[in-house]
């Protein structure tokens, strides 16, 4: 379930026992919907890192709010909402619509809720387009963003700069990020003033 290990950014260690409830309680809930490693998404991104942004062959999906958003995300990734219909989230990423079996679709959040109710909903608009055979897969990143933090792997800001933190959605939730780590629009607000 867990990778332990180093990345280019560090030691990566198995994530603690609320984190591994928390990945178990979204995958009951979502049993359909596919999940992917952080290792396994590292290494995607690392493999196309080659490619043109629109090659289409890894679309990463932000499914968090923009206040989330704004704080830190992973390289490459587009933000959707979570609530939106599939027409508007096929909308707001273009290459949806014309992706195949070949790419890699993954949705992510804080931790895996807000992400696998994308997945979900785009999986079974593209089952029911009558694409199936060169239809993609959608996966959710398992443990989502606080894991990918958790375990030191590239973030960005909202200007494209690295970072470390990220936002932790609530008082409940952040418990599962690292203390170091977190940091709140409210953070980011008081430091600019």
């Not at 990734?77 to 909308?91: F, P, Q």
């Amino acid at each position: 379930m867990t990778d332990s290990g180093s990345t280019e950014e560090g030691t990566v260690s198995s994530p603690g026992i609320g984190m591994r409830l928390c990945i178990a309680g979204i995958s009951a809930k979502f049993p359909s919907v596919p999940n992917i490693s952080t290792a396994d998404l590292a290494q995607l991104m690392k493999n196309s890192s080659g490619q043109s942004a629109d090659s289409g062959k890894l679309v990463i999906l932000d499914t968090r709010p923009e206040e989330e958003y704004s704080i830190s995300r992973i390289p490459g990734a587009t933000r959707v909402d979570y609530t939106d219909e599939v027409n508007n989230i096929l909308e707001a990423v273009p290459q949806l619509a014309s992706i195949d079996s070949e790419t890699k679709v993954v949705c992510y959040c804080s931790v895996g809720y807000r992400s696998s109710l994308v997945a979900d909903k785009l999986n079974k608009f593209f089952e029911n387009s009558g694409a199936a055979p060169t239809q993609p897969k959608v996966t959710n990143l398992e443990g989502s963003l606080f894991k990918w933090a958790n375990e030191n792997r590239p973030l960005v800001d909202e200007k494209g700069e690295r970072t470390v933190y990220a936002h932790p959605y609530n008082a409940v939730y952040g418990k599962l990020l690292n203390s170091e780590l977190r940091k709140s629009f409210h953070d980011n607000k008081d430091a600019k003033m």
